[in-house]
């Protein structure tokens, strides 16, 4: 699944992926997330819940559109 941390340097988004599997999601829950920032060069960290969570919304908030773009094409 695709999420973002926020770069505090530069306030760009730092899109990565992350595991989603039942196994991985269980055992990273409380743990940090890594990523290099292509935007300042620094590592940044994230709660992998707080980051698996915005990622899962944002996924969730993407279909909504579709949903709600494709109801109104259909209208038309």
């Known amino acids: 699944m695709g999420s973002a ?3 505090p340097e530069t306030g760009e988004a730092v899109p990565f992926r992350i595991k989603t599997d039942a196994r991985t999601v269980v055992q ?19 709660i992998y ?3 698996y969570m915005a990622g899962a919304l944002t ?11 494709d109801q109104d094409l259909r209208a038309r």
């Open 5 to 7: 941390i926020v770069c």
């Open 28 to 46: 990273a829950w409380n743990h940090f997330v890594r990523v290099r920032c292509p935007h300042c060069g620094e590592s940044h960290a994230g």
């Open 49 to 51: 819940k707080e980051v």
């Open 59 to 69: 996924g969730f908030q993407d279909d909504m559109a579709l949903v709600l773009l």
